[in-house]
């Protein structure tokens, strides 16, 4: 059975931030498709299997594969839940993580 997806407000605004920036920065449609389609196959990842690596004392993280994106989220095993907690955007300060 699938583990469910949750999307925390803040780490939603952190994505429609980066939307934001491509859109921004370029007019190349495909970016953009390619962005969302990066975040896709993510959830799709941690949708079946969300025991990725653990990047701090109590959060894991999943990059992107085409982006400088860190996806940290926790794993609620018994409720069968995903929380995204943030959308980090790698080249950032790593002191910003999520502790």
């Known amino acids: 059975m699938a583990f469910k997806l949750i999307v925390e407000p803040e780490a939603q605004k952190e994505i429609d931030k980066a939307f934001d920036y491509y859109k921004s920065v370029t007019d190349d449609i495909n970016i953009i498709i390619n962005l969302y389609n990066d975040i896709e196959n993510a959830y ?56």
């Open 44 to 99: 799709n990842a941690l949708k079946a299997n969300p025991f990725f690596q653990i990047r701090s004392k109590h959060y894991r993280a999943l990059p992107l594969k085409k982006y400088p994106y860190l996806i940290f989220f926790e794993v609620h095993e018994k409720e069968r839940i995903v929380k995204i907690l943030s959308f980090f955007n790698t080249p950032q300060d790593h002191n910003k993580w999520i502790k």
